[in-house]
């Protein structure tokens, strides 16, 4: 096997804190296997082959290690146990899996015996679990999935990083080698082969699609290609929805992922096409804090101004020219922020008149509003020079030559960087499909003319579909309130933005919930609403003991219109109208106090409880404890310059 990949299968054995692990490929004639002895205790590792192999059904079968993550006491190692194949991707058509499984080996005297290795080894399995924090983790024993199609090229060009190995700094791309804080100790040690560079993102594929083209000299004529979609999420940042927001010190961005649509065929062609998203590039903060749309803190002007030109230099360094689409809204809290972005990236343009960086500000709530996604026509016309002016990576099989490079990217972003960002990506992947597609001589030469229904949503917009958006953003407040906290603290301290410190105390502490008073103070409004109901159908105070009679005396007057008019009579009739009126009042007087009781009181008990949450809502949300400084980038600024009230601007 090539040195340079991965072993597709290792078998791990634990003995008490000694780990061994060995590749369960090598042949029955070999005189020794490659080994990895591991000392869960100390964290020493050592690389060296041995003559023993590893045997019996104690041993663990793994695909590979993501690697060691340091404890309070001793080490821990990930092993990848279960994946499925989700596409085959390079000219011999390596695997490429998803992790459907992971175990996190330790030493049990160690767990055992600190509350501290406990909590980090829970961290660690959820951040590792697909179920949990883990969804999205791909991986390739002999594909370089951290790097595109144009990278692979320049990295096989490139006499140092052609025979470097997968797991390498020299051959895979840093930015989105997921795994690489953990495999960093097996890497030292010499362990390339056991540590397969991950991702976290999205690969799906679509093989062997049948094109069929009819007319011209050649007549009918089928082409076979494949379609696949890769997205790579950034390392440098990464975390949750609103944990992470802008960039920080060092030009990187929040929820930033490289995207890559990319054709084969079977006589070995590839071209390629990659468009990436990411947070806007300022020092901006927008922290969970129980209220469905978070305050927003934006810095002053001029303190982004470095980390903004820090973003962009990197995204020309790795890309090329980049366009900046900033699809979020021209008014409101999104508006501060565009003024923003638009002031930076005209500072930044101003600097050079050759600065390879164009903004570009649509404002797509305004422009397709109502279902009108036609009018995405309208940004195309603006960025087809430059996106044609791009173009795609293209490599010819047959020669086994570049034919073509991609010499710039668009960058898309709203406030999410998810639902407005996914359709304009969307489109600009439908644009580089077709011309691909057509470069490969699959799909015939189109005229211009065709391009507008390429704007155009299929169907309307349904019942079901308002349903489901509604689900999701009550599903997206819960998770970005209530859980995301613990889910950030498992990415930091997965991707290395945590280093554990033997000795110093973890900051992980119980967090208080706005769980229990939400609830009583639902019931409490809940309880008063439903006695409201019943005092309005007036059944309130329940079966009364005056009667109707005795409750009215006109009536009881009405009633008895055959009684003499005596002296004795009268007064017994005044008597009995007396005892009614008091009868009167003392109801009157009962339904207002269990009005106040039963109504007003619990009324103002719920909204009471539920203005408290909502007040104290930035202490109530599950918050990140490992690194919450990087969540506040906003604040650190203001500090590096003295803390003065002018530091950042706070917009509703």
Not at 139 to 168: G, V
Not at 324 to 333: C, E, P, Q, R, S
Not at 358 to 364: K, P
């Amino acid at each position: 096997m090539d040195a340079r990949f991965c072993f597709p299968l290792l078998r791990i054995l634990r003995q008490g804190s000694q780990v061994v692990v060995q590749p369960a490929v090598g042949a029955s004639n070999q005189q020794s296997v490659e080994t990895l002895l591991i000392d869960l205790s100390s964290g020493k590792i050592t690389l060296s082959p041995s003559k023993d192999v590893v045997r019996g059904s104690s041993a663990i079968n793994s695909l590979g290690l993501l690697g060691i993550c340091k404890l309070q006491k001793g080490v821990a190692l990930v092993a990848i146990t279960s994946s499925r194949k989700v596409a085959e991707l390079g000219p011999s058509g390596a695997p490429v899996y998803e992790l459907m499984g992971a175990t996190v080996v330790s030493d049990p005297a160690s767990e055992r015996g600190s509350r501290e290795n406990r909590q980090l080894l829970a961290l660690l399995r959820d951040a590792v679990d697909p179920a949990g924090s883990g969804r999205g983790i791909y991986f390739s024993h002999f594909y370089d999935l951290t790097l595109s199609a144009q990278r692979i090229a320049d990295r096989d060009a490139d006499p140092a990083t052609a025979s470097a190995p997968l797991s390498s700094p020299n051959r895979a791309d840093e930015r989105f080698w997921y795994n690489k804080a953990l495999a960093t100790p097996l890497v030292e040690a010499g362990g390339y082969r056991f540590t397969p560079p991950a991702v976290l993102g999205f690969v799906r594929q679509l093989p062997q699609l049948m094109f069929q083209t009819s007319g011209g000299s050649r007549g009918s004529e089928t082409h076979t290609a494949t379609l696949t979609l890769i997205a790579r999420r950034g390392v440098d940042r990464a975390g949750t929805r609103q944990w992470r927001r802008g960039c920080d010190s060092a030009g990187n961005v929040a929820n930033f992922v490289e995207t890559e649509e990319m054709v084969t065929t079977p006589g070995g062609d590839v071209a390629s096409f990659v468009e990436v998203r990411g947070s806007i590039p300022l020092l901006w903060t927008q922290l969970p804090n129980i209220k469905y749309k978070p305050t927003t803190v934006i810095a002053a002007p001029g303190q982004s101004a470095h980390i903004f030109d820090t973003h962009v230099n990197a995204l020309k360094e790795s890309y090329g020219e980049v366009v900046a689409i900033n699809l979020i809204n021209h008014k409101g809290t999104e508006g501060k922020l565009e003024v923003a972005f638009r002031t930076e990236a005209s500072r930044y343009c101003s600097s050079s008149p050759a600065a390879g960086f164009r903004y570009l500000a649509f404002d797509f709530h305004h422009e397709c509003s109502k279902g009108r996604y036609h009018r995405l026509s309208l940004l195309w016309e603006k960025i087809r020079d430059d996106f044609d002016r791009f173009g795609f990576f293209l490599l010819r099989g047959s020669s086994g030559g570049v034919v073509r490079r991609q010499s710039g990217v668009m960058r898309t972003n709203c406030i999410d960087c998810l639902d407005r960002t996914n359709v304009v990506q969307g489109v600009l992947g439908r644009k580089a499909l077709e011309a691909m597609l057509t470069s490969l001589d699959i799909l015939p030469e189109r005229g211009t003319g065709a391009m507008k229904s390429g704007f155009t949503r299929t169907g309307k917009r349904t019942f079901g579909g308002v349903i489901d958006d509604g689900v999701k953003a009550v599903v997206r407040y819960y998770v970005n309130n209530f859980q995301d906290g613990r889910k950030q603290d498992a990415i930091d301290l997965l991707t290395g933005a945590f280093t554990v410190v033997p000795g110093t105390a973890l900051p992980l502490r119980p967090q208080p919930s706005p769980f229990i008073p939400i609830v009583v103070a639902l019931a409490a409004i809940a309880f008063a609403a439903h006695q409201a109901g019943h005092a309005l159908a007036g059944d309130l105070l329940g079966p009364m003991s005056i009667t109707a009679a005795a409750s009215d005396p006109a009536a009881a007057v009405a009633a008895a219109p055959n009684l003499t008019a005596t002296p004795a009579s009268a007064a017994s009739a005044a008597t009995t109208a007396g005892d009614a009126a008091a009868a009167a009042g003392d109801g009157r007087g009962q339904l207002v106090r269990v009005l106040l009781s039963q109504v007003v009181l619990p009324l103002v008990l719920g909204l009471g409880l539920l203005g408290f949450v909502v007040s104290n809502g930035k202490h109530l949300v599950n918050r990140p404890q490992l690194c919450p400084h990087l969540a506040v980038t906003v604040a650190a600024a203001k500090k590096d310059r003295g803390g003065g009230s002018g530091g950042a601007k706070k917009q509703q």
